[in-house]
């Protein structure tokens, strides 16, 4: 089994920054890509980004790419969401999720384990 709990949700204003959490336990982690997706109010969960298992390949959505940063640091089990030049269209649940591989995705269905979610809220 593997838990995933996120951490470092909240409420900021436009423009502002958060820095999101990921912490896994049980099965292995570092040789396991990683992924960050969200899920605003009526919306499918939507991709944000993901980072290989060493991070040296990290994808990023279109609407988030040049502001969010996606890191990982393996000798801790921690995967990272750095979020900048927050919008209220960033507003939603972000998941992190573990991938059965070593490489990233952008498929929900790409991801075997997922975190319960920490909430994102920005205001205008």
């Known amino acids: 089994q593997v838990q995933l709990v996120e951490s470092g949700g909240g409420s900021v204003q436009a423009g502002g920054s958060l820095r999101l959490s990921c912490a896994a336990s049980?099965?292995?982690?570092?040789?396991?890509?990683m992924g960050w997706f969200r899920q605003a109010p009526g919306n499918e969960r939507e991709f944000v980004a993901s980072?290989?298992?060493?991070?040296?390949?990290?994808r990023y959505a279109d609407s988030v790419k040049g502001r969010f940063t996606i890191s990982r640091d393996n000798a801790k089990n921690t995967v990272y969401l750095q979020m900048n030049s927050l919008t209220p269209e960033d507003t939603a649940v972000y998941y992190c999720?573990?991938?059965?591989?070593?490489?990233?995705?952008?498929?929900?269905?790409?991801?075997?384990?997922w975190g319960q979610g920490t909430q994102v809220t920005v205001s205008s």
């Open positions: 049980g099965r292995t982690f570092s040789g396991n890509a």
């Open positions: 999720a573990r991938r059965a591989s070593s490489i990233t995705s952008t498929l929900t269905s790409g991801y075997d384990y």
């Open positions: 980072i290989s298992w060493n991070g040296g390949t990290t």
